[in-house]
């Protein structure tokens, strides 16, 4: 059964941008765009039969009762190798001093980033390597694997060919990154740093 329909969940800037890509390769295919839980339900309201469900860096949890109804599995652009699951995992990165970074296209499950890995990619970063320059690299990196899956997305039905990768890594939260931000008194200048570093110098001091 071809695919006719792709909802592509993703920032309301780059959507446009990636549903082109996907119709260059089917002018017929329908791409319907969602940067909400909500528009992704509206979306989803409809007969999913032939039906692709493709996210990209959208933060966005895809509750299994839509993730149950596709006819195939769905896809995320998750912003981070398979060392690092969860949110703002470019802030952990560099938080760790990590030495290199990557990306991971993965299979969606029920439980956030736990999906088998279709393909992943790792590039080196150095300890001078400041967030914007971090998410810019991966970014760039997640749209040039976009465009090189884009043809299997938009034409084939078959999955895309899982990869013997494994998720590791502590899956990060919103609230963790949010707490890296503070710095508290008596917190020592090198720890300061680091968190200055890894948050991009959006940090809050306590006073």
């Known amino acids: 059964m071809a695919v006719e329909r792709i909802i592509l969940l993703a920032g309301e800037s780059e959507a446009p941008f990636l549903a082109a890509i996907l119709r260059a390769h089917e002018a017929r295919l329908a791409v319907d765009l969602a940067s909400s839980a909500d528009e992704l339900a509206a979306a989803a309201a409809e007969d ?34 398979p060392e690092y699951p969860g949110r703002y995992p470019s802030i952990f990165a560099i938080y760790d001093g990590a030495a290199r970074f990557g990306i991971t296209v993965h299979e969606m499950a029920p439980k956030v980033d736990a999906g088998a890995i279709v393909s992943a990619e790792w590039f080196g970063i150095s300890p001078e390597t400041t967030l914007p320059q971090l998410d810019e690299l991966t970014f760039a990196t997640l749209a040039d694997k976009f465009r090189a899956l884009s043809y299997q997305l938009a034409t084939m039905s078959q999955p895309l060919r899982r990869l013997p990768y494994r998720w590791s890594g502590r899956k990060t939260t919103l609230a963790e990154a949010e707490a890296l931000r503070h710095i508290t008194p008596g917190m020592d200048a090198a720890e300061i740093e680091r968190r200055k570093r890894a948050c991009g110098g959006q940090v809050i001091e306590a006073s």
């Open 48 to 81: 999913l039969g032939r039906t692709r469900l493709v996210s990209f860096c959208s933060s966005v949890i895809v509750p299994a009762s839509i993730l149950n109804r596709l006819p195939g599995p769905a896809y995320n652009f998750h912003p981070g190798p």
